[in-house]
């Protein structure tokens, strides 16, 4: 990737970014914080996409494809965070997870932006769960159009992945399983686990959901850092990704009537199955690693 190439780290969320107080107990608050150092160091631009998604009966809809006709985990909405970066012009998207954070910011990553010279995706491998796959928790994404294309066949595509872990992940790696050598390159390096401080990404997956807020916290404590400046949370934090709107983009219709009642049933078995979550999580013993 040449000097005059456009880089932008994209990170997305249902849920805003605090700059107050609040943050300190808020995992995506943090991680946008040591990722926007990090982009700011190397002179990347970094976007945080707070998604906007339907209200109905007092609930938050869940995102939707019309055309396949199916319901789309939380996940899948990373797949119009990309594209939107695309439309603003950058030739490569770093696409990162807001559970996780570029850990070691002296580390080089000409490498990487060599790889996406010639590769359309850049990602790690999703070890130790499946080595022969990626973990799209973490992606470089080239800027051309037949990823563009990709990205949308995904999302309108049906799956037997629409809401089964791990979701739009099993998608993809389904379709590099048969693409072409230039779509993937592999990178063989820890990201699950932290095993040295040199390392380049942590990634503090959901069996971790307790640790997010220690690890990252901790992170920012040791550097002397703190959560990111209210104006700049303004200014990098957009508002502005309605997923309904997008879906019809892609989609060429909208929800009818039976599948709007239907999402109103998810979302009310979706709201029972966080309570029983957050219950669970508040009994289950901490262990720190």
């Known amino acids: 990737m040449n000097e005059s190439s456009k880089v932008c780290v994209v990170m997305g969320d249902d849920r805003p970014v605090y700059s107050d107080d609040r943050a ?115 992606m470089l994404v080239r800027n051309t159009s037949e990823v563009r294309s990709l990205i949308r066949e995904l999302w309108i595509q049906p799956t037997p992945y629409a809401w089964v872990q791990f979701h739009e992940q099993s998608e993809l790696n ?11 390159k592999m990178i063989d390096e820890p990201m699950f686990t932290l095993e040295s401080e040199s390392q380049r990404l942590l990634h503090v997956a959901s069996f971790d959901t307790l640790l997010r807020v220690p690890y990252f916290s901790k992170w920012l404590r040791d550097r002397g850092l703190g959560p990111a400046d209210q104006k700049i949370v303004a200014e990098k934090c957009k508002r502005d990704l309605h997923v309904d709107q997008y879906d019809a983009r ?17 979302m009310i078995r979706s709201r029972a199955r966080r309570k029983l979550k957050q219950f669970y999580r508040t009994i289950k013993p901490l262990k720190l690693k």
């Open 24 to 138: 300190w107990n808020h995992y995506p608050s943090l991680t946008f914080a040591i990722n926007l150092t990090f982009a700011q160091e190397k002179g990347w631009d970094l976007v945080y996409e707070h998604y906007v998604l339907p209200r109905s009966l007092g609930g938050t809809l869940e995102a939707y494809s019309s055309h396949a006709r199916e319901h789309r985990a939380p996940t899948w909405i990373k797949l119009m965070a990309i594209d939107k970066a695309f439309d603003s012009g950058y030739d490569l998207v770093v696409w990162i997870d807001t559970d996780c954070v570029f850990y070691n910011h002296e580390a080089d990553w000409d490498d990487l932006l060599g790889a996406a010279q010639s590769a359309n995706i850049v990602a790690w491998r999703d070890k130790p769960f499946n080595p022969d796959q990626i973990c799209a928790g973490f």
């Open 250 to 266: 892609w989609s060429g219709r909208t929800p009818n009537f039976f599948e709007h009642f239907s999402r109103i049933l998810r």
């Open 174 to 184: 389904a379709f590099l399983k048969h693409a072409p050598s230039h779509w993937v």
